[in-house]
């Protein structure tokens, strides 16, 4: 299993999901008795990748702490249409006002983990990585990044702040290929990722003289992905990029290239189908 981020983080994020929703309070839950007790299952009308656990634990340990919560399923399994995942039992309002909240994490994540499975299904057997992207939903970074390895692929830096990555601009801005790698290993500690992206093959051939490790094929088509892969003769790690689909990324890994990132997997999402129901 993947590290959960920190659990002051996961607080954190929850907290201010808390705040979004609550605010000064839920009106509507003071319809109840406020002695109320109930019990809660929550169902998964569909195929899919459980993710998110945690943020829905802590949602209502935030909300009422004396809540009991006994989980049929774990991040990272696989769920069956109409599989129970959870049953809660515990302070009627509590469980009404943390519901949406609730549910929201465990939807988005589970939606994350399980586009992932898909993906990681479709290049299985070739070896080839597929690596996430900072193409994250604002404020969801961690808990995606978290879902994307819950599901199968693997995650690319997490920030800006953990590995470097020239892209085209920062190659204009810094004048060429082999300045921009000068200037990155020239900043950095040793240990960091260091990672140029080119655009042709002879933006390659300026990479491997260069002294690069790692290189992004932005957008390359299979013929010149092959062609970038017999030119880097193991030289570098390449990593295609660009247009990657469910229906394109078993072609890409063919052609010998050791990752592929796929913006989709967190972008491109659809929150998985899960209901809580009283019994």
Request: charged fraction near 20%.
């Amino acid at each position: 299993m993947p590290e959960l981020p920190q659990s002051r983080l996961i607080s954190a994020q929850v907290a201010l999901a808390l705040e979004e929703d609550l605010g000064c309070g839920d009106l509507t839950a003071l319809l109840i008795d406020a002695g109320s007790v109930s019990r809660v299952e929550v169902i998964c009308r569909e195929q899919a990748v459980l993710c998110g656990c945690a943020w829905f634990d802590e949602t209502f340990r935030q909300l009422n702490p004396a809540i009991e919560i006994e989980w049929l399923a774990a991040d990272g399994e696989r769920l069956q249409a109409g599989a129970t995942v959870c049953r809660l039992q515990g302070d009627t309002r509590s469980l009404l006002s943390g519901e949406r909240t609730a549910l929201n994490y465990l939807q988005t994540l589970s939606g994350t983990a399980t586009l992932a499975r898909r993906y990681a299904e479709q290049v299985a057997g070739t070896g080839v990585r597929i690596l996430d992207t900072r193409k994250t939903l604002p404020g969801l970074r961690l808990q995606q990044k978290y879902a994307v390895v819950c599901g199968g692929c693997s995650n690319h830096r997490i920030g800006l702040y953990d590995a470097i990555l020239i892209k085209e601009n920062h190659i204009r801005a810094a004048g060429s290929i082999e300045a921009a790698l000068e200037a990155a290993v020239a900043s950095v500690a040793e240990g960091i990722p260091i990672e140029i992206e080119v655009e042709s093959l002879d933006e390659l051939q300026q990479a491997l003289a260069a002294g690069a490790a790692r290189v992004l094929l932005d957008n390359f088509p299979l013929p010149q992905l092959r062609e970038a892969v017999a030119l880097s003769a193991g030289q570098v790690r390449l990593e295609a990029s660009g247009g990657v689909t469910l229906e394109t990324i078993r072609q890409i890994a063919e052609t010998g290239v050791d990752d592929i990132s796929v913006g989709g997997l967190t972008k491109d999402l659809v929150a998985v189908d899960l209901s809580m129901l009283f019994i």
